[in-house]
Every structure is written in structure tokens, then in C-alpha cells.
Nanobody, 115 residues
Framework: VQLVESGGGLVQPGGSLRLSCAAS????????MSWYRQAPGKEREWVAV????????NYADSTKGRFTISRDNAKNTVYLQMNSLKPEDTAVYYC?????????WGQGTRVTVSS
């Protein structure tokens, strides 16, 4: 099982980034996919979730209206489009796959929002 995040980097406040998470080694279309983040010195927090078929999404209040989660089951990939980024969005972003008792994590990609 592998979840490989990419797309992180340094961006100015107000800018955008698109994170990707490529999955392999399991039946991706069965799994709900989420993004989490962990800022320096803070606990990991949930950011967004999308159901297995992509029909439903939900967001943390801090990201609602700015972030969009999507998935492409043909490519085994989940995305996080992040707009209007703020310094407080600085964190390591992790991809998570969950289905029944199975729960998988990626290694994370770092996002830094700074001028």
C-alpha cells in the first residue's frame, strides 16, 4: 500500500496550490479519502473528506470556501485545490485512505505560506 503526496511548496499569501495523492496497492474506489494537516507544534487536524465515489465532500470550517477536494478513481488519485492561502495554512499535508478497518497514511507534503 502506498499513498504518495506531491504538490507542496512555498507560496505567497493569497496564492494557490494543488496537492495530489497517488494511491496504489489497494482498491482505491472503495475508500473514502481525506486530507489532514499538521502545523509546527500542533496536533494533526482534519481538512477535508470525499466519499468513495466522489459524490459527497465535507470540509473543516477553517478551509471551507477556499479548499476543494476531488478524486479521479480512474487514476487512483485524490486532489486538494487550495486557494486564497493564508500563513496559518502552513503545515505538512497528509493524505488518508479509510475503508472499514483499513486506514492508510501518506508521508506528507510540506506547504509554506509566506511572503
Amino acid at each position: 500500500v502506498q499513498l504518495v503526496e506531491s504538490g507542496g511548496g512555498l507560496v505567497q499569501p493569497g496564492g494557490s496550490l494543488r496537492l495530489s495523492c497517488a494511491a496504489s496497492g489497494f482498491t482505491f474506489s472503495n475508500f473514502a479519502m481525506s486530507w489532514y494537516r499538521q502545523a509546527p507544534g500542533k496536533e494533526r487536524e482534519w481538512v477535508a473528506v470525499i466519499t468513495s465515489a466522489g459524490g459527497s465532500t465535507n470540509y473543516a470550517d477553517s478551509t471551507k470556501g477556499r479548499f476543494t477536494i476531488s478524486r479521479d478513481n480512474a487514476k487512483n488519485t485524490v486532489y486538494l485545490q487550495m486557494n486564497s492561502l493564508k500563513p496559518e495554512d502552513t503545515a505538512v499535508y497528509y493524505c488518508n485512505a479509510r475503508f472499514r478497518w483499513d486506514n492508510y497514511w501518506g508521508q506528507g507534503t510540506r506547504v509554506t505560506v509566506s511572503s
